[in-house]
């Protein structure tokens, strides 16, 4: 299940994953499917983000969005998981995290991202905030197959 | 079940967050906040996050309706000691928690609540 919700993840995000170019150092993955899972990705991100030398703003940031995209796969996938990678390109570190899920997809993007707008009660700022917080995003979803999104945070 | 412990002192409830939260805990903190409201017929509700290092969408969520619910129930809510990390992305997140007060400590914090119903 996991090893098939990895290569999903990769499959959806290829553009993504491709067009940084930086090296992987480091893969693992964390399964997503109950609210303590939420709290041991922000736990596992908050490691990361220690270990780049992140600045204390910057991992607050890094880990929120992760806490806010972890609820999301849980939430509107039905559970899933998240790959986390750090990567190298040479000159500066990073860190990727991808979510997928293979729930019923979000038919208009867009407006997913878009502040307030929300299908399930929620404050509707999870996506669009998330992707506020960091320094690439991508999201790729098609209706009845799941969603992935993808974010990385370099450290400057 | 595990649950985050609720303060009295004279009319008011003091809660301290020290651990991660859950999305469940915070449902449930909220509830027996609102139920101490009631049973203790507390006047004032400080919630102190000196020790949370994040606040996301969820969490700022309960904290709003919180303050609702207890302002509903004649009593006034102060969020105290939010770390500056947190603040900024909190608001880059989207989130301004319109409606609640807040402090820089609990000693502000208490201050602020007597000065809103001592008199």
Redesign the interface.
């Known amino acids: 299940m996991n090893m098939d919700l990895a290569q999903h993840a990769v499959r959806f995000n290829s553009r993504l994953l491709n067009s940084t170019g930086g090296q992987i150092q480091s893969s693992a993955t964390l399964p997503l499917r109950t609210?303590?899972h939420?709290?041991g990705v922000?736990?596992v991100v908050?490691e990361h983000a220690l270990e780049l030398k992140l600045s204390?703003?910057e991992?607050?940031?890094l880990?929120?969005a992760a806490?806010?995209l972890a609820?999301n796969t849980i939430k509107y996938g039905g559970g899933g998981m998240v790959l986390a990678q750090t990567l190298s390109d040479g000159v500066r570190r990073g860190l990727r995290l991808v979510f997928a899920d293979d729930g019923p997809g979000i038919v208009d993007i867009e407006q997913a991202l878009r502040?307030g707008f929300t299908s399930g009660g929620?404050?509707g700022?999870?996506l669009?905030?998330?992707k506020?917080?960091v320094d690439e995003f991508d999201i790729d979803s098609r209706g009845g197959e799941g969603t992935a999104v993808a974010i990385i945070k370099w450290k400057r | 079940m595990e649950r985050i412990p609720i303060l009295r002192i004279g009319d008011l409830l003091l809660v301290t967050i020290q651990v991660?939260?859950?999305?469940?805990?915070a449902m449930t903190l909220q509830d027996d906040l609102t139920e101490r409201i009631v049973s203790d017929s507390a006047k004032g509700v400080l919630i102190d996050i000196s020790a949370l290092?994040?606040?996301?969408?969820?969490i700022?969520?309960m904290i709003s309706n919180t303050a609702a619910m207890a302002r509903v129930l004649d009593a006034q809510t102060v969020l105290v000691g939010m770390?500056?990390?947190?603040a900024?992305?909190l608001v880059?997140?989207?989130?301004t928690l319109p409606g609640v007060k807040t402090a820089l400590n609990v000693e502000k914090g208490m201050a602020l609540l007597g000065k809103s119903y001592l008199r």
């Open positions: 609210d303590e939420v709290v922000r736990k908050r204390l703003v991992q607050t940031k880990v929120t806490s806010e609820r502040d929620g404050l700022l999870g669009g905030g998330a506020r917080l | 991660d939260m859950h999305d469940r805990l290092d994040l606040v996301d969408s969820f700022g969520r770390q500056p990390a947190v900024i992305t880059e997140l989207g989130l």
